[in-house]
């Protein structure tokens, strides 16, 4: 399967794409005929048939259809000799404003700490709507060459930069919506969230039709129970979905996402509420680590594990080696049926040097760093399917007929292929139509 084979089709012709593999856990098929790969990895054997931008019908292959079903004369088929079938990725952790400053300005020791410092000093010297769009408009262009369609971002909402960065982000939410939905959530110390400033920032974001968000960064702060209840309140009031940083850290006194949870439950707040990061799960005692996830587990909180940042800030000290991962208790809430979500947070910036909105490669370090690598197609639904769902969106990230052909096609047979090399020849499909994966040149981010 190469992209000349594509190539070679007709604008707007129908596909068969024969011989595709899809984890199972991202099909809606009603007939799940499932065999293991060498690897383990569960898969499906199946013909994907495409019409007008859609998918037409499914056909496994171990299961006769109709001559005049299977008919190749209304497709011009493709053989992906076994090659895997992904919907598009859908990233729900991102912070846009800030990509692609870190070669401008340094983050001096590489701690959270510093970051946050760092990022106000760049946000005086630099941050005009022209900076913003460029730097924003270019991280979108590297999302969607590698194949995805859906992104939420945490945007700045300190007043002296908030307007400015909501209005660039607007403008391309509606210059990008064919190509990628965007979703906005304010970000800024929960502590900041007190009384008239909770009030008025939940009215602008209800008014920018976004989710309500903040960072807890001290959780035993005596205060933030209140706080927590007068947010929720004020989200249940604008119907709107909350969003929290929360124990990014490893001190394994910061109980951020327990104090999350028993808020959601004592206020029995009813919209989806995401929580990201809870590094500091992972530094507690098994019985603080099992209180707090029967609480979440109780509450329908969903998590979103941002492993590539994490492992960049998390245990940093100079001229020592880390001596833990950073990121969150994965396995343990998977085996409470907690919903996971993996994506990609920061990308080239002052919180993360490193990093291109390539859900694939969240996806791979993630398996590595977290030994994921058992039940794969249990994760893939963390960069796909669970992400969807929590931002909502009109159709499920799954494979399925009557959805739209927004689809991604390796080349890779199985879980080992696919993640052992960074996929550079795969192959992107919106609408059914051909997509050029070509990534922009950072020259672009040039003065």
Same mark, same amino acid.
């Given at each position: ?137 270019? $991280? ?9 369609? /859906? %992104?939420?971002? +945490? #945007?700045?909402?300190?007043? !002296?930069? =908030? ?51 903040? $960072? ?9 129970? /209140? %706080?927590?209840? +007068? #947010?929720?309140?004020?989200? !249940?009031? =604008? ?63 969903? %998590? ?144």
């Amino acid at each position: 399967m190469t992209i000349t084979t594509f190539n070679d089709l007709p604008n707007g012709c129908n596909l068969r794409l024969k011989n595709a593999r899809v984890p199972s856990t991202l099909l809606e098929y009603p007939h799940k005929k499932l065999h293991s790969s060498p690897d383990g990895m569960i898969l499906l054997d199946i013909d994907i048939d495409i019409a007008d931008g859609r998918i037409e019908a499914l056909h496994h292959l171990s299961e006769p259809s109709p001559a005049d079903e299977r008919s190749d004369n209304h497709y011009h088929s493709v053989d992906l000799d076994s090659g895997q079938v992904w919907p598009c990725f859908i990233d729900v952790h991102t912070h846009l404003d800030k990509s692609h400053i870190s070669g401008r300005t340094l983050n001096p020791d590489g701690t959270l700490l510093a970051a946050i410092q760092a990022e106000a000093t760049d946000q005086s010297n630099f941050w005009s709507e022209d900076d913003l769009s460029k730097r924003m408009n270019f $991280a979108l262009q590297c999302a969607y060459a590698h194949g995805t369609r /859906a %992104i939420r971002s +945490h #945007l700045c909402c300190e007043e !002296a930069v =908030r307007d400015k960065i909501w209005h660039v982000f607007q403008q391309l939410r509606v210059a990008w919506s064919d190509k990628i939905e965007l979703q906005p959530v304010s970000i800024l110390n929960v502590d900041l969230c007190e009384g008239d400033y909770g009030e008025r920032l939940a009215d602008f974001v209800a008014a920018q039709d976004g989710v309500l968000g903040c $960072a807890i960064l001290d959780s035993e702060n005596p205060k933030l129970p /209140a %706080i927590l209840d +007068h #947010l929720l309140q004020l989200a !249940a009031e =604008r119907s709107l979905d909350i969003d929290f940083h929360a124990d990014e850290n490893g001190n394994p006194a910061s109980h951020g996402l327990r104090e999350i949870a028993r808020a959601v439950l004592r206020n029995d707040f009813q919209q989806t509420v995401l929580v990201g990061h809870c590094c500091s799960l992972a530094q507690q005692n098994p019985e603080d680590i099992n209180n707090t996830l029967d609480m979440v587990a109780d509450s329908n909180i969903n %998590i979103v594990s941002l492993p590539l940042t994490n492992l960049y800030l998390q245990d940093r000290k100079r001229g020592t080696t880390p001596r833990w991962r950073g990121i969150t208790c994965l396995q343990e809430m998977q085996a409470r049926n907690i919903p996971i979500a993996l994506a990609s947070d920061n990308c080239r910036d002052l919180f993360n040097f490193f990093g291109d909105y390539d859900m694939h490669q969240v996806l791979a370090n993630s398996v590595l760093c977290g030994h994921l690598d058992k039940h794969i197609e249990n994760w893939a639904t963390a960069v796909a399917t669970t992400p969807s769902e929590i931002m909502q969106l009109s159709e499920r990230a799954t494979i399925k007929v009557g959805s739209f052909a927004d689809l991604i096609l390796f080349s890779a047979r199985s879980f080992g292929e696919l993640l052992s090399r960074p996929q550079i020849d795969r192959v992107l499909l919106r609408r059914g139509q051909l997509v050029d994966t070509a990534v922009p040149d950072y020259r672009l981010l040039d003065e």
